[in-house]
């Protein structure tokens, strides 16, 4: 299993990829701090999975999702966000992200969130849900 973590932060980083490694077992973590280095580091691999920060330095929000999807639409991706706004959280999902979780509640929540996307499903946070979005 490869999964890449786009975020600026290098604790971010090191708590997720801690995460992914606990969830996953022997999951390869791959590194992006901005879209650009992680649209090339998804170039060479077949990538599982993607955590994606809406917040990166060089292409911010949900161009940075829709960016990736239309590069790699077939690639599951989970947003890992700071902003709980249920707008922000419908407008990712609508634009092909798997799921979409707050930083606040990561430490607890990611890794079902991971697992329902892993699975084939969506992960919607509490805040954001109505029916048929599950």
Same mark, same amino acid.
Do not use: W
């Given at each position: =299993?490869? %999964? =890449?973590?786009?975020?600026?932060?290098?604790?971010?980083?090191?708590?997720?990829?801690?995460?992914? @490694? @606990?969830?996953?077992?022997?999951? @390869?973590?791959?590194?992006? %701090?901005?879209?650009?280095?992680?649209?090339?580091?998804?170039?060479? &691999?077949?990538?599982?999975?993607?955590?994606?920060?809406?917040?990166?330095?060089?292409?911010?929000?949900?161009?940075?999702?829709?960016?990736?999807? #239309?590069?790699?639409? &077939? /690639?599951?991706?989970?947003?890992?966000?700071?902003?709980?706004?249920? #707008?922000?959280?419908?407008?990712?999902?609508?634009?092909?992200? &798997?799921?979409?979780?707050?930083?606040?509640?990561?430490?607890?929540?990611?890794? /079902?969130?991971?697992?329902? %996307?892993? #699975?084939?499903? @969506?992960?919607?946070?509490?805040?954001?849900?109505?029916?048929?979005?599950?």
């Amino acid at each position: =299993m490869e %999964v =890449m973590l786009v975020d600026d932060q290098p604790v971010t980083i090191q708590v997720f990829a801690a995460s992914v @490694r @606990r969830t996953f077992g022997g999951a @390869r973590v791959h590194t992006a %701090v901005d879209l650009d280095e992680a649209l090339q580091i998804a170039a060479g &691999r077949r990538l599982d999975l993607v955590l994606l920060d809406l917040g990166l330095p060089t292409c911010t929000g949900i161009e940075a999702l829709q960016r990736f999807l #239309e590069a790699y639409p &077939r /690639v599951p991706v989970l947003v890992v966000s700071a902003n709980s706004d249920k #707008e922000r959280i419908l407008a990712c999902l609508h634009a092909g992200a &798997r799921g979409y979780i707050t930083k606040t509640s990561a430490l607890m929540g990611l890794p /079902v969130a991971m697992q329902a %996307v892993m #699975e084939g499903g @969506r992960y919607v946070p509490p805040q954001a849900q109505s029916p048929g979005l599950h």
